[in-house]
T-cell receptor, first 108, second 112 residues
Framework: QKEVEQNSGPLSVPEGAIASLNCTYS??????FFWYRQYSGKSPELIMS????GDKEDGRFTAQLNKASQYVSLLIRDSQPSDSATYLC????????FGKGTRLSVIA | DAGITQSPRHKVTETGTPVTLRCHQT?????MYWYRQDPGHGLRLIHY???????DKGEVSDGYSVSRSKTEDFLLTLESATSSQTSVYFC???????????FGPGTRLLVL
């Protein structure tokens, strides 16, 4: 059974802090990794994709992948109240397996 | 935004009636997916398609069927709706094996 695990949260961070979201996965042959953001009542939207070990930065977001440890994370720098949402980790090839998501709350 | 629409956006129906949800894309992507999302369960794959008339089951396919007669349309049918199928249904598309999926706006279905 392919599984993707995330802490459900809520994760509360003060405005301006770094939010760290984590995800572990069970399928060692997974090749692609994604982070989605989902606001309440809305559909998931892609934030980052990462395919190789290491870090990938896009603005305030950094995705980190460690295939040996089967671990992928998302760092959000200078967190804003507008970042408050549920963050979904997705892993795999076809089809993707989604974690249940981590709810992030950024406190002003 | 990826060109994905879902219809209807909201639907209330009664137990035992058939229901069809439609997903339409303008991106000419090969893969299309149907998910349901429920509190505590996250996104769960119902069925997906990798081409016209090519479909496969996901983890929660019982009670659902799909059809894809054109690249742009993927239909999800609840053959006899049950209250356990009350959920939010999302369609998604992806172009190729790298699997970046883009989601439609969702359909809220209530089965009474």
């Amino acid at each position: 059974q392919k599984e993707v695990e995330q802490n459900s949260g809520p994760l509360s961070v003060p405005e301006g802090a770094i939010a760290s979201l984590n995800c572990t996965y069970s399928d060692r042959v997974s090749q692609s990794f994604f982070w989605y953001r989902q606001y309440s009542g809305k559909s998931p939207e892609l934030i980052m994709s990462i395919y190789s070990n290491g870090d990938k930065e896009d603005g305030r977001f950094t995705a980190q992948l460690n295939k040996a440890s089967q671990y992928v994370s998302l760092l959000i720098r200078d967190s804003q109240p507008s970042d408050s949402a549920t963050y979904l980790c997705a892993v795999g090839k076809t089809p993707l397996v989604f974690g249940k998501g981590t709810r992030l709350s950024v406190i002003a | 935004d990826a060109g994905i629409t879902q219809s209807p956006r909201h639907k209330v129906t009664e137990t035992g009636t058939p229901v069809t949800l439609r997903c339409h894309q303008t991106e000419n992507h090969r893969y299309m997916y149907w998910y349901r999302q429920d509190p505590g369960h996250g996104l769960r794959l119902i069925h997906y398609s990798y081409g016209v008339k090519d479909t496969d089951k996901g983890e929660v396919s019982d009670g659902y069927s799909v059809s894809r007669s054109k690249t742009e349309d993927f239909l999800l049918t609840l053959e006899s709706a049950t209250s356990s199928q009350t959920s939010v249904y999302f369609c998604a598309i992806s172009e190729g094996r790298r699997e970046t999926q883009y989601f439609g706006p969702g359909t809220r279905l209530l089965v009474l």
